[in-house]
């Protein structure tokens, strides 16, 4: 009996793990292979690339960056308890302050270690 309890979650693994496979296989067979130089150039709106693409940006930038995508999407929870607030209890409402005061305490640290400095 207990074999059978697993049966979907055999046959979900096998799906999804054979499902992508099948698909690179028919597409590598479909596509057309015409490899050309052209093919290779990186393109910039009609421009003719200069320099090389490989260079090495400050990684502060990339810090920056994924602050600013934790934070955002941090404050997109804040808008359904603020459309709701009226009918929260006052355990909604502390349970959100603390979340305030993480997202505070997060922020405090960014700018403590410099990652909020641009250059």
């Not at 200069?50 to 999407?73: K, M, P």
């Not at 006052?90 to 990652?115: C, N, R």
Request: aromatic content about 18%; overall charge negative; some cysteine.
């Amino acid at each position: 009996m207990l074999q059978y309890d697993y049966l979907p979650v055999a046959i979900f693994v096998v799906v999804g793990l054979a499902f992508p496979l099948i698909i690179l296989l028919v597409s590598s067979l479909l596509r057309p292979a015409k490899p050309e130089p052209e093919k290779y150039v990186t393109y910039e709106c009609s421009i003719l690339p200069f320099g090389d693409s490989r260079i090495q940006h400050n990684v502060q930038y990339y810090l920056l960056a994924l602050l600013f995508v934790v934070f955002d999407v941090e404050v997109v929870f804040l808008f359904p308890w603020a459309l709701v607030f009226p009918g929260l209890g006052l355990f909604a409402v502390v349970e959100m302050f603390i979340f305030i005061f993480v997202l505070v305490v997060g922020l405090a640290y960014a700018w403590k270690k410099g990652a909020l400095e641009w250059m």
